[in-house]
């Protein structure tokens, strides 16, 4: 990804502004100093679509500030090309944003030349719903508190008609970033007696505080806002977004965990994101290292940096030295829901790299190796972009595919125009090919090219045809095959079973057949002379698809037995029967109990069944197919004899003993 955004941003670098663009940005900035009456300096900031909204892209973009004319044009490519920045580009594809989805334009603003910058959070993410809001603050302009590399003053404030400080902590402020002569910025340090000043007077912290309980008034939810104060002590609004928060549903959960014998390394600081995380110390001396960042590490860093989002989906946790809750990377830790622990002072120093530590940030605390107790809690469950682009597109797309309406093959609504989804149509077309199929064998089998009779132990008439390595080579010009010749896996696998000693092929006399007459000769099995009710294979070395008719009713297997494991599966339709009704519906339950016994996925509508079993080795599918085969020789006329659902559990035990000859024993 580096190389792409080397590539696309040196190509942005190198365009040329068309001219008219050149007039108007000139025009525009002449119209904004002459309104000023002094030379102006501006803040160019991108304005994307999308940005600052539920995905903030927060430190993403580039902002270059003091700029003067002659500077224009190339801090306008500059931001725009920032677009394509490696964190901007992570950011937006983590998030399924389409790169059409987010047009950039440069926002110009009149500089103010702050000599306090800040933050103000409506809401504390560490306490969410007591009414305090928090207002955060350093000295000159705000970019070393939103890139994380200063830690602020903040002062909290009781959200009511009369807002009030309830608490101030004074932030390591040692540096500070001021404009600079070269029509720039530097930062410089802060003198020794305002380290230790608050940076902000209560007066101001006051009124920023009533603006704030304005605004997440007016947009109706908590709100993350800028704000600076220039040397004459006035304030002004820079912008306002969303402060991304995450409610729980439920009554939040309590995340302290005692007789905890692993020491902490940290404790303090403040907790940016919330959860708990461990893995490997990944100390991170310069960025150029991120690229050596394992997967599931813990980083330490100095401060908490924007760019970190690049490596965002290798990191189990962050802790840094330095940076505030308010900083772009916190926000962007949110929303990733990555547990972050930010000032702590201490992190680089006291965890080394390469050890294995657990993070708590919701305790503040930092523990030698891995705590699994504190892993296995709800509280470390992390809800990564649950409200991204990504997931609500992934949402939408599943809602398309895969609702199924198109249920019951025998509703008036069982129609191509009754599809509301991928999986109704996929589930429409899988039933009429499988009827089709049941129905394929009602025409002359002679008629399928190469279709040849097998001759074997079974009488029955019986058409295979071979669409490759599924029988001997020798065969060409023959009209029949003997089961020998047949190579096809899963054919012999299931000619295996119905050729089972136990299984006698013998006419039955425990019925009077008078009663049932309808039933075909040969104790129920197809009349060797009837091509017209002849059942056939088609198979290859792996494959086979099983369509055979014992009397009134049908089996269709399909299968296929190969060396992918994955790519293996069985399924099986059995339907109809020369009983009535509730005894053939008695069969099938008979059916369902084996076939569920050997791991199928078995589907009862009335007399039909439908099984399927996914997956599984070579020799796993042989021997499925072989006791499926003794399954369909044991239950020919089964819907004869079967009385009650009583006798139909004691078969089920009976054949899964070992047992496929019933038709003579009442149970």
Known sequence: ??????????????????????EDIFNSYDSLQNQAGRDVKLALRSSAVGEDTRSSFAGQYRTILNVSKNGLLDSYKAVIASKYLPRALYYRISYGLLDTETPMAVAALEMIDSAVSGIVYTEDIEALDS??????????????????????????????????????????????????????????????????????????????????????????EPQDIEWCMDSDGRLFLLQSRPLRLERPDTKPLECKFEDIENNVRVSGGEMACPGIGAGIVFRLDRESDLENLPEGAVLVARNASPNYVTVMNKLNAVVTDTGSTAGHFSSVAREFGVPTLVNTGVATTRLTHGNDVTVHADGRAVYDGIVQQMLESPCAQRDLLSDSPFVRKLKYVIDFISPLRLTDPQAESFVPEGSRSLHDIIRFVHEKAVQEMFHIGDKRIRKLGGAKKLISEIPMLFYVVDVGGGSRQNQAGKKAVMMDDILSIPMRAVFKGLTHPEISWAGFTHFDWAEYDKIAMSGGIISAESAMFASYAVLSHDYLNLNLRFGYHFVILDAICGNTAEDNYILFRFSGGGADMDKRMLRANFLSGILDRLGFKVNIINDLVDGELKGGEKKLIVEKLDIVGRLLGATRLMDMYLKDSKMVKNYVEEFMNGRYHFASVEM
């Open 131 to 220: 009414n305090i809001m928090a207002i955060h603050s350093i000295w000159g302009l705000g970019e070393l508190l939103v890139g994380g590399k200063i830690s602020p003053d903040i002062i909290d404030v009781k959200k009511n008609q009369n807002p009030k400080i309830i608490r101030r902590q004074i932030g390591s402020k040692s540096l500070k970033m001021v404009f600079s002569p070269e029509n720039s910025t530097e930062t410089v340090p802060v003198d020794d007696e305002k380290q230790g000043l608050n940076s902000l007077d209560d007066a101001s912290a006051l009124l920023l505080a009533d603006w704030g309980m304005r605004i997440e008034k007016y947009f109706k």
């Open 1 to 22: 990804m580096n190389v792409i955004s080397h590539e696309l941003v040196d190509t942005m670098m190198k365009a040329e502004i068309p001219p008219i663009m050149i």
